[in-house]
């Protein structure tokens, strides 16, 4: 899972560069309406992932015009989205560590450590803006935050900054990833996971589900989930 892997952020095929009010898409672009089924937002999930920073997902904006009856609009007419500077929000978030804050720099050139995701899981009717933290040398996500927007600024909703921790929107969900290592465990290769569902209640979110997965070490570092999972309905 992105920014749970342990891999570094240096030297990958895939870079989205983030500066200070400019998020550009560099290389390889995946586009995937909701990556689990029925998701109002894009989500990056499944395997580990070796693109660099600052990854940006967004869904496209719906049309601003009525559609003919029996006509679909043409591919490429939707409004592109707005998109917000990341590491800008990040400094000027009162909630923000000051370690992140600290640390939050270029990893090589204009690179931040920074994942971006933007999909309704508010109920607002301007999307929400989920921002992850990695770290430059082994890509663990180090704080993760929810922005909704409030009267034309955007308000910090959610944060988690107890790494590593990774955050994704899902069917209008907030889904946490969160690894669970041994002592002798590789940075690749955790013991367990906690994956934690939240769910807006209309003032702030709230835990809606959490399932804890034990892994088997099989072979080289070939997890394998274990039987036993305990979950929070």
Known sequence: MRGLNGQSLSGRSSLVLTSAGTVVL???VLFAAGCSTGGTGL???????????ARNTQPTAAPSGPVAPGHSPAAGTANPLKKVDPVALLKADP????????DLKPCTGKEYPVDVSYGKITGSSVVD????V???????????????????KYENVFADEQPPVYAEIDRGDLVVSKPVYGK?????????EDVITYRWNGEKFAEQ???????????DGGAQPAPAVSQKN
Do not use: M, Q, W
């Not at 989500?43 to 920073?53: K, N």
């Not at 002798?184 to 367990?192: I, K, N, R, V, W």
């Open 129 to 132: 803006i989920v921002v992850n």
């Open 95 to 102: 909630k923000v560590s000051a370690e992140i804050k600290r």
């Open 134 to 152: 990695l770290s430059c040398a082994d890509a663990l996500g180090r704080g993760s935050y929810v922005y909704r927007s409030d009267g034309g």
């Open 26 to 28: 560099v290389g390889t």
């Open 184 to 192: 002798s465990d590789a940075l690749s290769y955790p013991s367990g």
């Open 209 to 219: 589900d959490r399932v804890h997965s034990e892994y088997s070490n099989v072979g």
């Open 43 to 53: 989500r990056d999930g499944g395997p580990a992932r070796t693109e660099s920073v």
